[in-house]
C-alpha cells in the first residue's frame, strides 16, 4: 500500500517559498511544489496569475470568516478539495472551463459536512 505514496517524486513534496504582495504588503508562502503546481492550475482556469488568486482567495476567506488564520494551510486545503472535486466530476476536467463559470451551488451540494458547511458564517462586525 505504501508504495502508492512513498514514490512520489522527492520534488514534488521539496518545499518553495515565493514572495509575493497582498494589496501592497509584502509577504511569503512556503509550499509544497506539488501544492504551487495545483495553484498555478487553478488560476490559469480563469485566466490568473498565482499571486491574483492567492490575494483573491485572501480576501473571500477574510470576507466570509472575517479573518484569514492558518492561511498557509488552507491554500492546502484549496488545492486538495479542487482535486478531490475534479475526480468526483463536480469540476470539469476541460482546464478551459473556467472555475468563475461554475455555480458553486451545485458543486457543493450534496457534499459531506466535512467537506463544505451549509450556510455562511456571518463575521463578526466591528463596534
Not at 11 to 39: C, D, I, M, N
Not at 51 to 65: G, P, T
Not at 70 to 90: K, P, Q
Request: proline share 6%.
Amino acid at each position: 500500500m505504501c508504495e502508492i505514496f512513498i514514490r512520489a517524486s522527492a520534488q514534488s513534496y521539496s518545499p518553495q517559498t515565493r514572495s509575493l504582495r497582498l494589496h501592497g504588503a509584502a509577504t511569503s508562502v512556503r509550499l509544497e511544489k506539488l501544492f504551487w503546481q495545483v495553484l498555478e492550475e487553478i488560476a490559469a482556469r480563469d485566466g490568473m496569475r498565482v499571486s491574483q488568486l492567492i490575494e483573491r482567495l485572501y480576501d473571500e476567506l477574510v470576507a466570509y470568516r472575517g479573518e484569514a488564520a492558518n492561511f498557509t494551510s488552507f491554500l492546502r486545503v484549496c488545492c486538495l478539495r479542487y482535486e478531490v472535486l475534479l475526480a468526483e466530476g463536480r469540476i470539469p476536467r476541460d482546464a478551459s472551463v473556467p472555475i468563475r463559470s461554475l455555480d458553486a451551488g451545485a458543486v457543493l451540494r450534496g457534499l459531506p459536512p466535512a467537506l463544505c458547511e451549509e450556510a455562511a458564517p456571518r463575521p463578526a462586525r466591528a463596534a
